[in-house]
């Protein structure tokens, strides 16, 4: 059975404080791995890929990734009140092409 | 650049009607194609996916169908729509092992 785990939250977070956001998978065979975040009516939007271990940074936010842990996470430095969403975390396994995601977890941003 | 059209936006089927929702890509050749459910405050389910034209692999089995008839058309059919059919539906493309990048959705209420 093939899971991505996510705590469903809400996370609250002061504005400019950093929010951290995890999730793990249960198929050590994932290769790749993605954060999309979604407003509320709206379709998910990829924020972060990343494939190899350890961080990889893109503004203010920073995906990290443990596959010994079977771990991944997102760090979203100076977090503003535009950043309250659902943040989904999803993996792809290599071998066959599907895109699994998590149950997401709100973040709301405290102005 | 690549661009992904789903339609309707929204859409209310009485119980027991067909469906029939499009998805079109433009922009890449040869994409992978999901179709994804999102129930009411609940996550993103695969339904389908598609790694090529006449290629579906099915992840739920239920009263829904999918057929790629074209290599950037991506169909999403019912028969006989249940009230649990009701969602939002999201079509997706990607390239094999990396991201997917979402159409605007559609809103499907059974009533």
């Known amino acids: 059975q093939k899971e991505v785990e996510q705590n469903s939250g809400p996370l609250s977070v002061p504005e400019g404080a950093i929010a951290s956001l995890n999730c793990t998978y249960s198929?050590?065979?994932?290769?790749?791995f993605f954060w999309y975040r979604q407003y509320s009516g709206k379709s998910p939007e990829l924020i972060m890929s990343i494939y190899s271990n350890g961080d990889k940074e893109d503004g203010r936010f920073t995906a990290q990734l443990n596959k010994a842990s079977q771990y991944v996470s997102l760090l979203i430095r100076d977090s503003q009140p535009s950043d309250s969403a659902t943040y989904l975390c999803?993996?792809?396994?290599?071998?066959?092409?599907?895109?699994?995601f998590g149950k997401g977890t709100r973040l709301h941003i405290l102005p | 650049s690549q661009t992904i059209h789903q339609w309707p936006a929204t859409l209310v089927q009485p119980v027991g009607s067909p469906l029939s929702l499009e998805c079109t890509v433009e922009?890449?050749?040869?994409?992978?194609l999901y179709w994804y459910r999102q129930a009411a405050g609940r996550g993103l389910q695969l339904l389908f996916y598609s790694v090529g034209i006449g290629q579906i692999s099915s992840e739920v089995p239920q009263n829904l169908s999918a057929s790629r008839p074209q290599d950037r058309q991506f169909i999403l059919s019912s028969k006989k729509l249940l009230l649990s059919d009701s969602g939002f539906y999201l079509c997706a493309w990607g390239t094999g092992g990396t991201e997917a990048f979402f159409g605007q959705g559609t809103r499907l209420t059974v009533v």
């Open positions: 999803a993996v792809s396994l290599d071998r066959d092409d599907k895109i699994i």
């Open positions: 198929d050590r065979g994932s290769q790749s």
């Open positions: 922009g890449t050749s040869n994409p992978n």
